[in-house]
């Protein structure tokens, strides 16, 4: 289940506002604007009497006017108000009043939702000016569900894959795979606030075969597209379509020659560049390499593909080890480099065997390729999982997880830490465990966040600690503190992801995390795998 909106994605997409565009101070105002005294039937509006400056009210949390917040969740959740010209400001909620308090920018109402049955509240707010004589509302509607928002049905879509949530100005999108019309194909498709289609599925890739996977971006002027094919078993290709799903860039077919692909990718976007990161392996278990290329997203020219990592054979003489099969790379755009993280294997005099190890390398716009540097420090006797990279601020957060061996327990638990990363790529020595708590956790995935030094999302085991025989995988967000440890959180528990298979990936809505996943209630036995949404309110 997965379900997120911002103004970044993976760590690339372009800002975004939530709410409605503000009409000129006096105008008679479309949908999401008003005039002076006017109402607006839109999410936000705007009014103002000459000289005066105008009254302008806007709802950032709402996408195409609509918001949606978990009842077994909150008990309730902040509207931030964002108002100009503006002295007094109420609010109500399904034609009930509801409390204003001024802050920094506007006024916050906390929308009572407990006890609430599933459905739709009406939103209404209104601004007064200070001498009265200009009303301006803005309106919207929150959906309340106890279980989020289901955007794929394994009995009519079949298996879905790689959820990717966008914002394009003030739209959400998701793309993802799934077999609704057959063959497996990847799609884009609008949703509101509540993750509710907006319009109809667009086919992206279009091929012959299927595509098993298809992960994007969004640029500028289009889509990029890195996605999977059946060959050995995957074959890695790259596209460009435009909004439409029109091809701009044909087909790149990535892998070497003699290679196939192997799997996971990821694909970032900045400066009219979508950069890629994606493995390649010899079809013998060995030869494994990590691949990157940019290609500039009007005209195709593409500088690579360059061999980031490769494998060796992890002894004494070779210290340089390989692959797992199943694990992910990632890549951020940050300050004109792209920045790759994976887990590659490393022989260790102690404790005189290769162990799995987080890494990140740095891509100069040239394609020139820096070399591996260990997160946590090479000499660290830990067996890493996931290395992830975030854009963050200027600079970016770089995530692993981990089992710490000089932990004396029968069964360490998985660790995550972070360190930041400055723009020209200096690792900053300290890591900081980010969780304190018993068990594993993993696939986090990181928001920057306006009000906070980020959001994280995660998936959590601690459950199993309490009862192995009740526990289960949950899905949690929480706000991350200047020093990297997370702030209180909270826990989505409808989720029923599959440990490294939930595919988290988020974005904004002004201050809130929408995020996707995929859900697998069918479990590992029966697997069912289903695209779900929710958000997390700050």
Not at 39 to 49: F, I
Not at 223 to 238: A, C, D, E, T, V
Not at 349 to 365: H, K, N, W, Y
Request: charged share 20%; hydrophobic share 40%.
């Amino acid at each position: 289940m997965s379900a997120a909106c911002g103004d970044t994605e993976a760590n690339n997409d372009n800002p975004g506002n939530a709410g409605g565009n503000a009409g000129s101070a006096g105008s008679a105002g479309s949908a999401g604007s008003a005039g002076a005294g006017g109402s607006t039937g839109g999410m936000g509006g705007s009014g103002g009497t000459a000289g005066a400056a105008p009254v302008t009210v806007n709802l950032p949390q709402l996408v195409d006017g609509v918001a949606l917040a978990n009842t077994a969740v909150y008990k309730s959740v902040p509207l931030h108000i964002e108002v100009t010209g503006t002295m007094d400001v109420s609010a109500q909620l399904d034609g009930k009043d509801v409390p204003t308090t001024p802050e920094d920018g506007g006024f916050v109402a906390e929308l009572p939702i407990e006890g609430e049955a599933d459905g739709e509240l009406p939103i209404v707010v209104t601004a007064t000016s200070a001498d009265g004589e200009d009303v301006v509302e803005a309106n919207g509607t929150l959906v309340v569900s106890a279980r989020g928002t289901q955007l794929t049905d394994f009995d009519v879509d079949g298996a879905a894959a790689t959820p990717r949530l966008h914002r394009k100005g003030d739209e959400a999108w998701v793309t993802f795979a799934d077999r609704k019309n057959g063959d497996r194909e990847a799609y884009l498709w609008r949703i509101d606030g509540a993750g509710r289609p907006v319009g109809d599925r667009i086919p992206l890739v279009k091929a012959s075969e299927e595509t098993h996977a298809a992960r994007t971006a969004f640029g500028t002027q289009g889509i990029g597209i890195l996605y999977q094919h059946s060959g050995g078993p995957w074959s890695n290709r790259f596209k460009v379509v435009d909004f439409d799903g029109n091809e701009v860039v044909a087909p790149i077919e990535l892998d070497p020659t003699n290679l196939n692909g192997s799997f996971g990718g990821e694909i970032a976007y900045a400066d009219g560049k979508f950069v890629i990161a994606w493995r390649s392996n010899d079809g013998t278990g060995g030869g494994g390499q990590v691949m990157w290329a940019s290609i500039d997203e009007t005209s195709g020219d593409v500088v690579g593909p360059k061999v980031v990592a490769a494998s060796g054979a992890g002894t004494m003489a070779d210290e340089i080890g390989g692959f797992e099969p199943f694990n992910n790379v990632h890549i951020a755009s940050i300050g004109g480099r792209s920045f790759v993280t994976f887990v590659r294997g490393l022989y260790m005099t102690t404790p005189d065997f290769e162990i799995p190890r987080s890494q990140l390398v740095i891509v100069e716009a040239d394609g020139t390729v820096g070399d591996a540097m260990y997160l946590g420090g090479k000499a660290a006797l830990r067996f890493h999982h996931e290395a992830r990279v975030f854009n963050h601020g200027d600079g970016g957060l770089l995530m692993s997880t981990s089992n710490d061996l000089l932990d004396p327990s029968n069964n360490p638990p998985k660790l995550l830490d972070g360190q930041l990363l400055d723009r020209e790529g200096k690792i900053d020595p300290k890591s900081v465990q980010m969780i304190d708590a018993p068990d594993d956790r993993g696939e986090p995935f990181f928001l920057d966040h306006p009000n906070h030094n980020g959001v994280l999302l995660w998936l959590d085991h601690r459950s199993y600690t309490a009862d192995i025989l009740t526990g289960s995988i949950q899905l949690m967000a929480a706000p991350v503190n200047a020093d990297l440890t997370v702030g209180e959180h909270v826990f989505f528990d409808h989720a029923d992801p599959i440990a490294g298979l939930g595919q988290l990936h988020g974005t904004l809505a002004g201050t809130n995390a929408l995020f996707a996943w995929i859900d697998d209630i069918g479990g590992v036995t029966m697997p069912r795998p289903e695209i779900y949404y929710d958000c997390a309110w700050y």
